[in-house]
């Protein structure tokens, strides 16, 4: 198909039914049509998949409950020659930037914080993260305290925009804040 009608982009949704194997699939289409950028799409942002999904050539990786402008934006995006591959490389390996050395979000926090993260990003209550991982708000709490103290920011919001901002490809500073 792609042969007779090529695209720029796609979205390859990382579960793709039973037998079905979407970062082979997109091993094959980056091995075939280097030119082509693949985004995974998945239920979650999990680090773990996004790792893999990179591993197997993926230009980017997004949670499917982003907000559609969100989406759109990352999509358009990938879509130049220049997007994706420094943002999603340096969310996975490298992190918020601090007194000139980078700090790895993949292996600084443990797959829960980069849950609650992942949930602080969706705009969600520390009431609403609890009740979606099956924990007290009270551990949650403690979680969020953990995130900040090991992104070196000191709220929610500085968090987010230090995780957004290197979606975007460049290091968070104070000035994010103020936007």
């Known amino acids: 198909m792609l042969e007779k009608a090529p695209v720029d982009v796609i979205l390859m949704d990382l579960n793709l039914g039973p037998e079905q194997d979407a970062?082979?699939?997109t091993r094959d289409i980056k091995e075939t049509y280097e030119d082509i950028?693949?985004?995974?799409?998945?239920?979650s942002l999990d680090f773990e998949w996004?790792?893999?999904?990179?591993?197997?050539?993926?230009?980017?990786?997004l949670p499917k409950d982003l907000p559609v402008e969100d989406m759109m934006a990352a999509i358009r995006g990938l879509a130049s020659p220049t997007f994706g591959?420094?943002?999603f490389n340096d969310?996975?390996?490298?992190?918020?930037?601090?007194?000139?050395?980078?700090v790895s979000?993949?292996?600084?926090?443990?797959?829960?914080?980069r849950q609650v993260l992942s949930e602080l990003r969706r705009g969600r209550t520390n009431k609403e993260i609890a009740a979606r991982l099956g924990v007290s708000t009270t551990t949650i709490?403690?979680?969020?305290?953990?995130?900040?103290k090991k992104l070196q920011v000191r709220t929610r919001a500085q968090?987010?925009?230090a995780v957004d901002a290197q979606v975007r490809g460049r290091p968070y500073s104070g000035a994010d804040a103020r936007r």
């Open 91 to 102: 969310m996975l390996t490298d992190g918020p930037r601090r007194r000139g050395a980078f």
């Open 141 to 148: 709490n403690k979680h969020v305290q953990q995130v900040l």
């Open 159 to 161: 968090a987010v925009l």
């Open 85 to 87: 591959t420094i943002a």
């Open 50 to 61: 996004a790792a893999a999904s990179r591993a197997a050539g993926a230009n980017g990786y």
């Open 23 to 25: 970062l082979a699939k």
């Open 105 to 113: 979000l993949a292996t600084t926090l443990t797959r829960r914080e």
């Open 37 to 43: 950028r693949v985004i995974v799409i998945s239920g």
